[in-house]
């Protein structure tokens, strides 16, 4: 089907946002108020943080302050894979923590279980269906690297089951597929939108003041509290947790590590009953593909396909504006894409095609620290695979604020930082030369280059 056609009536918004069921949100800040802790950010970051702070103490005096609307940004945009993962994917945590990579896992594949549980507890209805994830080969040369990471998976214990092409096939029938690995329990399929919009209202059951359309604009010592300044009052606190992600981050540091990375989706129409047979998909699990730049799928509640990734965009100087939200000509690569993949799905249109922002940096994964005395903690840079890690890291800073030494403090993940990227306008070269020479090895049978060679022997990269 003609792309242009597929989307002539494709709305400009995020899906998971453009429903009747969103929440009114809640007071803007006015005026002067105290806190025990402040939680900067109202995705997932700062939900879990405020959640699980008044979990652990009941009496705890917990504010949680939003810019926009809650899940407004990278939570209300994604697309919906609630991943074990704590490193960015097996692969990534093998390679930068080789010693670390079963506690790794075992913590990514228990925070897991614990969101399982918290929604259950909280009685939060966002369609978590823990359905795995696919990857699937589309060329022959990413076989070898499934083959690798199931004997991997294999070695910890987990459920991965290596498929041929005719098995994956008959998981999901398309044309392109050469194989695929299956990790059974490493993922769920949830509703981004209503998984946040259900965790602010167990913040509110809980005690947890919500401030939305209030942007925290300043950020200094008060002396024995931090004071957060907003466009119409303050908030003054013992402690501050932020989860602001790739937006200008209130502690400068933060500024060396992350570089906002634009990331695109597709939304189709309700697939019909007889439409969907001739594809299969009877498991409803999240499917990826394998190469460096790659797409993700899967299945809705009424049965659209999110289709979305492959351009992760980087634009020169690394502002963040709205109008970068909207990239027609990656809509229509993307809808090109999906006909190739699902032939057999001529004529479906697609509703809704969105972007949004990526907090990434140069090792793919959280990084964590502290400042103003450990009385401030931020966690950053998950890199598209915050659904379910931002749980994890919320923990993290948690504990860096009670100075608990726990199996997560300890990690060498959490102790150190990644390497920082060069500032502008050299970061900007670096990171289009990374793009272009992706795209070439996986052009040249994932050959990589001088420079990706280079950056692998340094541990730095670029991905969304």
Request: proline share 5%.
């Amino acid at each position: 089907m003609d792309p242009l056609k597929a989307l002539a009536d494709a709305e400009r918004k995020p899906y998971w946002l453009d429903r009747a069921i969103a929440p009114e949100p809640s007071p803007r800040l006015v005026g002067q108020i105290t806190a025990d802790l402040a939680v900067v950010g109202g995705g997932f970051s700062g939900l879990w943080t405020a959640l699980m702070a008044k979990e652990r103490d009941p009496s705890l005096d917990v504010v949680l302050l939003e810019g926009r609307e809650i899940g407004w940004a990278a939570s209300g945009r994604n697309g919906g894979f609630c991943a074990a993962s704590i490193t960015h994917g097996l692969g990534n945590g093998l390679e930068r923590w080789p010693e670390e990579i079963g506690t790794l896992d075992r913590l990514g594949r228990e925070n897991l279980d614990e969101i399982e549980a918290s929604l259950a507890r909280h009685g939060i209805d966002c369609s978590f269906e823990r359905t795995g994830e696919v990857r699937v080969a589309t060329r022959d040369w990413e076989l070898r690297g499934l083959d690798e990471e199931a004997v991997v998976g294999a070695s910890l214990g987990l459920r991965m089951e290596r498929l041929d092409r005719e098995q994956v096939r008959a998981e999901v029938d398309s044309p392109t597929y050469l194989g695929g690995l299956w990790d059974r329990e490493g993922a769920a399929m949830v509703d981004p939108a209503r998984l946040a919009w259900g965790l602010r209202e167990a913040c509110l059951r809980l005690g947890v003041r919500v401030f939305e359309r209030t942007p925290v604009r300043s950020l200094r010592d008060g002396g024995s509290l931090l004071e957060l300044g907003t466009p119409l009052g303050m908030v003054r606190a013992s402690m501050v947790a932020l989860g602001t992600g790739a937006f200008a981050p209130l502690l400068g540091r933060l500024r060396h590590f992350l570089v906002p990375v634009y990331d695109y989706v597709l939304m189709t129409e309700p697939v019909p009953a007889e439409r969907l047979a001739e594809v299969g998909w009877r498991n409803r699990q999240g499917f990826g593909d394998s190469g460096n730049q790659f797409h993700y799928y899967r299945l809705t509640d009424d049965n659209r396909i999110l289709w979305g990734g492959y351009d992760a965009v980087y634009y020169n100087g690394g502002l963040i504006t709205a109008a970068k939200d909207q990239r027609d000509a990656t809509f229509e690569k993307l809808a090109r894409h999906f006909y190739e993949t699902f032939p057999q799905l001529e004529g479906v249109r697609f509703s809704h095609k969105w972007g949004g922002v990526i907090d990434t940096c140069s090792r793919f994964s959280a990084f964590f620290g502290t400042a103003y005395g450990s009385r401030l903690a931020y966690a950053a840079g998950y890199t598209g695979l915050g659904v379910g890690a931002t749980r994890f890291g919320a923990n993290v800073m948690l504990d860096l604020l009670a100075g608990e030494r726990t199996d997560r403090t300890r990690l060498r993940m959490v102790r150190r930082k990644p390497v920082p990227f060069p500032p502008e306008p050299f970061r900007s070269g670096v990171i289009q030369l990374t793009r272009w020479s992706m795209a070439r090895s996986d052009a040249q049978e994932g050959r990589r280059n001088a420079w990706l060679r280079t950056l692998d022997a340094f541990g730095l990269g670029f991905d969304s």
